[in-house]
């Protein structure tokens, strides 16, 4: 079945020390997306990659980065977590923008 | 920009009973409007959506209704279930869709 595909499911990391998050998807679509999702709060956009123009949120922190080296695959790096970045971090790919995304799983980052 | 918001944060009901979520949008050119479930631990997931040619859309189990001239939209689930217990979010068109604040469904047995 086409998916989007998140590893790992659960991931530790010290503070200040640089964490690399990976999303891979099957469905050929052109845009994939990263969110960061807070304990009971909606899903808030970190940035999206339409095929390969990268578009920034303009509150995202520079803090994080994010690369696509093709077209199934996009990673979340956070150059040096701070406690205030645990979060569920949520991959999202739709064919074109503003259309259904389809999410996920999500990977849960902890920063001890 | 696009705002979309929801108008309780938590909804409680009773096995069997219809539910209704709501939600208010701000940006009166939104055209495409979508509802998604969110279950504890996993990813959203697409429940229906409505474009703005159209004032109401029915799947199943599920309706959602849009009134352009107050920028509202509304999800109702028919005789809801346990399994629909989870956070509703409500997301608009823009530059890419933007989600509601969320409401967190309970069904009580």
């Known amino acids: 079945d086409a998916m989007v595909i998140q590893n790992p499911r659960y991931q530790v990391t010290q503070f200040g020390k640089p964490v690399t998050l990976s999303c891979s998807q099957t469905?050929?679509?052109?845009?994939m997306y990263w969110y960061q999702q807070k304990s009971s709060q909606a899903p808030k956009l970190l940035f999206h990659y339409y095929d390969k123009d990268f578009n920034n949120e303009a509150d995202t922190p520079d803090n994080f980065q994010s690369r696509r080296p093709n077209t199934s695959f996009c990673f979340l790096d956070i150059r040096s977590p701070g406690l205030g970045d645990a979060a569920m971090y949520l991959c999202?790919?739709?064919?074109?923008?503003?259309?259904?995304?389809?999410f996920g799983p999500g990977t849960r980052l902890t920063v001890t | 920009g696009e705002s979309v918001g929801l108008h309780l944060p938590t909804l409680s009901v009773q096995e069997g009973d219809n539910s209704i979520i709501n939600c208010a949008y701000s940006?009166?050119?939104?055209?495409?409007f979508i509802w998604y479930k969110q279950e504890s631990g996993k990813g959203p997931q697409f429940i229906i959506d409505?474009?703005?040619?159209?004032d109401k859309r029915q799947g199943q189990r599920v309706t959602v209704l849009l009134n352009k001239t107050v920028k509202h939209l509304s999800l109702q689930i028919a005789a809801t279930q346990p399994g629909d217990s989870a956070v509703y979010f409500c997301a608009g068109d823009g530059n890419d869709m933007r989600f509601g604040a969320g409401t967190r469904l309970t069904v009580k047995p």
């Open positions: 409505i474009r703005s040619n159209m």
């Open positions: 940006n009166s050119a939104s055209d495409y």
């Open positions: 999202a790919t739709s064919l074109y923008s503003g259309e259904e995304q389809y």
């Open positions: 469905l050929n679509h052109n845009v």
